[in-house]
Antibody, heavy 123, light 107 residues
Framework: EVQLVESGGVVAQPGESLRLSCAASGFTFDDSTMHWVRQAPGKGLQWVSL????????YYADSVKGRFTISRDNSKYSLYLQMNSLRTEDTAFYYC????????????????WGQGTLVTVSS | DIQMTQSPSSLSASIGDRVTITCRAS??????LNWYQQIPGKAPKLLIY???TLQSGVPSRFSGSGSGTDFTLTINSLEPEDFATYYC?????????FGQGTKLEIK
């Protein structure tokens, strides 16, 4: 059974740093692109970042570029999100999600999601 | 960035009804379009990928269609557990954007 379990969400002050973790199990982690997606309370979904299976490529939403860093440790089946210079608008549930690439027809989707961890940025 | 626009934003329907949600992309995304269901307090759940393929375990009353810029999600014969928020999602190019969501409520 695929499981993704996020941790690390806390209350932080603006300007502080935080590191989120996602523990994966039940699938071949080092074959999978992984993502972070966030959702402000009562709002819609926002893709945050992705990291390739080998960790060599990472992409970010403009709103977090230069402040957040995605990383992974395939030996530990773990995904991370280092969040620096936090802003009040970063307050959200943060989900990690497993990416899957499809062939014929081609596509990409997020087929498994964790339950999320809440980050609250407030002074 | 590719903008995804869903309509309607909210929808009231009754058990047994058929409903359709539409999603329009600001540029062609081929079939790089997914649909997710989110129940309050829960993580999103993948329903449909590559525009029209049902994820394993998803009931056949759900279906998707479209390509290019225009897509639809149809739910036939609504069941109580279908009342939730639905999101379309493009993965054609980063940033991978979501629609704003359609909240399906019981009439």
């Amino acid at each position: 059974e695929v499981q993704l379990v996020e941790s690390g969400g806390v209350v932080a002050q603006p300007g502080e740093s935080l590191r989120l973790s996602c523990a994966a199990s039940g699938f071949t982690f080092d074959d999978s692109t992984m993502h972070w997606v966030r959702q402000a309370p009562g709002k819609g979904l926002q893709w945050v970042s992705l990291i390739s299976w080998d960790g060599n490529r990472a992409y970010y939403a403009d709103s977090v570029k230069g402040r957040f860093t995605i990383s992974r440790d395939n030996s530990k089946y773990s995904l991370y999100l280092q969040m620096n210079s936090l802003r009040t608008e970063d307050t959200a549930f943060y989900y990690c999600a497993k990416g899957t690439f499809r062939l014929e027809p081609a596509g990409r989707d997020f087929d498994y999601w964790g339950q999320g961890t809440l980050v609250t940025v407030s002074s | 960035d590719i903008q995804m626009t869903q309509s309607p934003s909210s929808l009231s329907a009754s058990i047994g009804d058929r409903v359709t949600i539409t999603c329009r992309a600001s540029q062609s995304i081929s079939t790089y379009l997914n649909w997710y269901q989110q129940i309050p307090g829960k993580a999103p759940k993948l329903l449909i990928y590559v525009a029209s393929t049902l994820q394993s375990g998803v009931p056949s009353r759900f279906s998707g269609s479209g390509s290019g810029t225009d897509f639809t999600l149809t739910i036939n014969s609504l069941e109580p557990e279908d009342f939730a928020t639905y999101y379309c999602h493009q993965t054609y190019s980063t940033p991978y954007t979501f629609g704003q969501g359609t909240k399906l409520e019981i009439k």
